[in-house]
């Protein structure tokens, strides 16, 4: 059985060659490496949807695990190369832009290291600036991964308080009323998902049937993107193709759909602190 830890890696590049020479880094370093895909299509330079990718799915993998996050639009500037290790025991490589964001705030960093770059780069790539995804961080993670260096080695502790961070709109609840921000979307299908927890509406006494009016507003913009009467179902088949409905997403917070259709694509809804999203209980049993 092999013991050493997986590498997950994501990036905004599409799955393309860029991707596939990190990944044969990966296997230069240690062929005897199990490198697998997170997701490769992230919006370009959207570190805020690297972060929420990330949260996605390091819950789900064994600790220990070397997650590779390249959103990189500051390559070859003075922002961070670095080495978060989270209170899991996974550890995450990536630029320090906002992209530990979620992952700081639900799972915890318990330390973070800036790449030594002199002992952790590919050799022979010191005129390319603008690659550390191949250069610099596959390298590093696969080192790490394999067991060739410790994370004391991949170079000096900075502190916590210091990592770039984005802002995430604390959620509210009062009475029947609840407020937050558009924390994650799934632009293949359209599922928008807030970041309040799914328990809220449990707490609250939000049951399946019953209506909310919904509105969802981008800042600066007067008027609502979205607005009407959405029923709480357990999943997409409660409602007709073409009409809305609210759930509890994969990540147990407060997500909002259309059946069969795309609600982010239809209404151009985007993600961040920008994008806010209210809801009231109106009807009981949807009656």
């Keep these: 059985m092999n013991s050493k830890a997986a590498v997950v890696m994501q990036t905004d590049f599409t799955k393309d060659i860029s991707v596939c020479t990190m990944q044969g880094v990966c296997m230069m370093v240690d062929p005897t490496l199990r490198v697998f895909d997170n997701t490769h299509d992230i919006k370009s330079f959207d ?4 972060s929420t990718c990330l949260s996605y799915v390091v819950d789900f993998w064994p600790a220990g695990t070397v997650f590779v996050s390249v959103v990189d639009p500051g390559v070859g500037t003075d922002r961070r190369a670095c080495v978060a290790k989270l209170k899991n025991g996974s550890y995450v490589v990536t630029p320090d832009n906002g992209t530990l964001t979620h992952v700081a705030k639900y799972i915890g960093v318990e330390a973070v290291r800036v790449i030594n770059e002199e002992a952790h780069r590919l050799k022979n790539t010191a005129q390319c600036n603008i690659f550390h995804g191949r250069d610099v961080f596959a390298y590093c993670a696969a080192k790490l991964a394999a067991g060739i260096i410790t994370y004391e080695e991949v170079g000096p502790e900075y502190p916590i308080e210091e990592i770039v961070l ?3 709109i604390p959620y509210q609840w009062e009475g029947n009323k609840f407020f937050g921000m558009i924390d994650t979307a799934d632009y293949h299908f359209g599922l928008i998902c807030s970041n309040i927890p799914a328990d809220v509406f ?8 019953d209506l909310l009016n919904v509105k969802i507003r981008k800042q600066g913009q007067e ?3 979205f607005s009407g009467k959405v029923p709480f179902c357990d999943s997409f088949g409660s409602v007709a193709e073409g009409e809305p409905l609210l759930m509890v997403s994969e990540t147990l ?8 259709e795309n609600m982010s694509e239809k209404y151009g809804i985007q993600v961040g602190p920008n994008w806010t999203i209210e809801m009231e209980l109106c009807e009981k049993g949807g009656k």
């Excluded at 570190?47 to 690297?50: G, L």
């Excluded at 449990?202 to 049937?209: L, Q």
């Excluded at 917070?253 to 069969?260: F, G, H, K, L």
Aim: charged share 15%; hydrophobic share 35%; no cysteine.
């Design 47 to 50: 570190t805020y949807q690297a």
């Design 166 to 168: 984005h802002e995430i």
């Design 202 to 209: 449990e707490k609250a006494g939000v049951s399946y049937g």
């Design 223 to 225: 008027e609502p993107v």
């Design 253 to 260: 917070q407060i997500q909002i759909a259309i059946n069969y």
